[in-house]
């Protein structure tokens, strides 16, 4: 990459940005999906600054274990404290980290982006919820007490346990509410639920903006799938949608490009075009007012099918437009994101499409 990372250099010339780092990542022979996902989280700054602040806090305790956030967090520090602006790493700890923790992860056939990103966000909140409830106990065992009857549990307001919400949650969480409303007596019943990332349906020649409204449209329970109403005891008819009731700070959106088909037996890689604007306005869906998102990254799927392909990473950072694939890092101009919205045709030599898409919240930065 030596060429190219300075060739990378020359097109950003005085603009390279002061104290950024752009470094490709070596893939281990099927680790495109990682490194994609990866290069998408650490152009995602409030979630990069983070990380990096909790590992140099975290560096001083002794008994500091290896586990998936301590591979990411020395990753994400190798990365931004290269003396160089461009080159390659190879994160190889944190990838045989990856394979021992999870044996989804270890065969040689190709993964799923969007897996990883599932089990990787949820991996770091249990690794952070452990160590505060570890870190609590350390506080209310009294020393006297310790060796004698073994580690104390006894939590510090333990009957009202609250959920521990930790700078992943801030960065990704959002809240997602099922409301289901009786035909019969009109009783509106709701359950919250939160979520990482909203997995969308998609439609041919559609856009994020219509497969969000499909997200939020009202269904109708009836026949065999009548609602059981709590007021009127009985099975009725009902009415049932899905809302965003509290956005996160990043929302990431999911394309199912994968579609079980069942005459086929198989999954099928639908190519439809999907359009992604570079500002998107979340509005029907949310009870609050209208909140505003800028895109900053997008994980391609390359391939005709769900079994094989590549994937690559688009990211903005400083307001340039950076692709990366693999080793490679290279500057593209913003128009050519749209060249990742799938095709209008079934069969087209295009397929470059977008899969997941990584949106900021605008002027919502307060979440430290």
Known sequence: MGGAGSKLEKALGEQFPEG??????????????????????????????????????????????????????????????????????????????????????????????????????????????????????????????????????????????????????????????????????????????TFFDLSLDIEQNSSITSCLKNFSSTETLNAEDKFFCDKCCSLQEAQKRMKIKRPPHILVIHLKRFKYIEQLGRYKKLSYRVVFPLELKLSDTVEDSDREYSLFAVVVHVGSGPNHGHYVSLVKSHNHWLYFDDENVEMIDESAVQTYFGSSQEYSSNTDHGYILFYESLGQSNIS
């Open 20 to 193: 950024e780092h752009y470094f490709g990542l070596e893939n281990f022979g099927n680790t495109c999906y990682c490194n994609s996902v990866l290069q998408a989280l650490y152009f995602c700054v409030p979630f990069r600054e983070q990380l990096l602040e909790y590992y140099s806090n975290s560096k001083n305790t002794v008994d500091a274990e290896e586990n998936l956030l301590t591979c990411l967090a020395d990753l994400f520090t190798q990365i931004s404290s290269q003396k160089k602006k461009t080159g390659v790493i190879a994160p190889k700890r944190f990838v045989q980290r990856l394979k021992k923790q999870n044996e989804l992860f270890r065969s040689y056939m190709h993964q799923d982006a969007h897996e990883f990103l599932n089990f990787l966000l949820n991996e770091l909140v249990d690794l952070l919820e452990k160590e505060t409830e570890a870190a609590k106990r350390g506080q209310v065992t009294l020393p006297s007490e310790e060796v004698a009857n073994g580690p104390t549990t006894a939590l510090v307001n333990a009957s009202q346990k609250e959920p521990l919400v930790t700078w992943v949650h801030k960065n990704f969480q959002g809240i997602l509410t099922n409301e289901t409303r009786c035909l019969w007596c009109e009783t509106v019943s709701a359950r919250d639920e």
